[in-house]
């Protein structure tokens, strides 16, 4: 009888050994950089333009030179675009204020046409980073002219809500202002 009791310890201990073994392997491929990307994370590109195309169009659309809308307005319409972190650092950097500015100064209205976005990388942790093109039409009753804006956007799954984690961009040189977009 003591030989069948130390035999089903030995055995309970073999089990137990390996059944923290496979936990601990599935703890390291959690933790593991290689993640395959989850379906509710996967960003698709046409979903990406449209994020992007609308969050343009919140920033940078002035129809009245006039009566720009202010900081604050645009700060609240892109708040949903952005993650938290992005938002709180285009804050910091009064991004905001810059279409306002530029609209008033140069007394012309602003009207984003299209986006373009390309795609460049797809990073392990669902994060998509692409190059992006934003043609804007600046004008007034007397003149119309198009610029091109190139920039650098990655893009999250947020609680399954897409999300511009990161916006960096080249600016584009206005004509009759020091600055630009």
Same mark, same amino acid.
């Given at each position: 009888?003591?030989?069948?009791?130390? @035999?089903?310890?030995?055995?309970?201990?073999?089990?137990?050994?390996?059944?923290?073994?496979?936990?601990?392997?599935?703890? @390291?491929?959690?933790?593991?950089?290689?993640?395959?990307?989850?379906?509710?994370?996967?960003?698709?590109?046409?979903?990406?333009?449209?994020?992007?195309?609308?969050?343009?169009?919140?920033?940078?659309?002035?129809?009245?030179?006039?009566?720009?809308?202010?900081?604050?307005?645009?700060?609240?319409?892109?708040?949903?675009?952005?993650?938290?972190?992005?938002?709180?650092?285009? @804050?910091?950097?009064?991004?905001?204020?810059?279409?306002?500015?530029?609209?008033?100064?140069?007394?012309?209205?602003?009207?984003?046409?299209?986006?373009?976005?390309?795609?460049?990388?797809?990073?392990?942790?669902?994060?998509?980073?692409?190059?992006?093109?934003?043609?804007?039409?600046?004008?007034?009753?007397?003149?119309?002219?198009?610029?091109?804006?190139?920039?650098?956007?990655?893009?999250?799954?947020?609680?399954?809500?897409?999300?511009?984690?990161?916006?960096?961009?080249?600016?584009?040189?206005?004509?009759?202002?020091? $600055? $630009?977009?």
């Amino acid at each position: 009888m003591a030989f069948i009791k130390k @035999i089903l310890s030995l055995l309970f201990l073999v089990v137990l050994f390996i059944s923290a073994v496979a936990c601990n392997k599935d703890v @390291i491929k959690e933790n593991s950089e290689e993640k395959p990307l989850k379906e509710e994370n996967v960003v698709k590109v046409e979903e990406a333009e449209i994020l992007f195309n609308n969050y343009s169009k919140e920033l940078y659309t002035i129809k009245d030179p006039s009566n720009p809308p202010t900081f604050d307005e645009i700060a609240e319409k892109i708040k949903l675009y952005l993650t938290e972190e992005q938002y709180n650092a285009e @804050i910091a950097n009064r991004k905001f204020q810059i279409p306002e500015l530029v609209s008033k100064q140069i007394n012309k209205s602003i009207e984003v046409q299209d986006v373009k976005l390309e795609e460049q990388r797809k990073n392990g942790d669902g994060k998509i980073d692409y190059l992006y093109t934003t043609t804007f039409k600046v004008y007034d009753e007397n003149s119309s002219k198009i610029y091109e804006k190139e920039g650098e956007l990655t893009i999250s799954t947020t609680n399954n809500e897409l999300k511009i984690d990161r916006e960096w961009s080249r600016g584009v040189k206005i004509d009759g202002l020091d $600055g $630009g977009l």
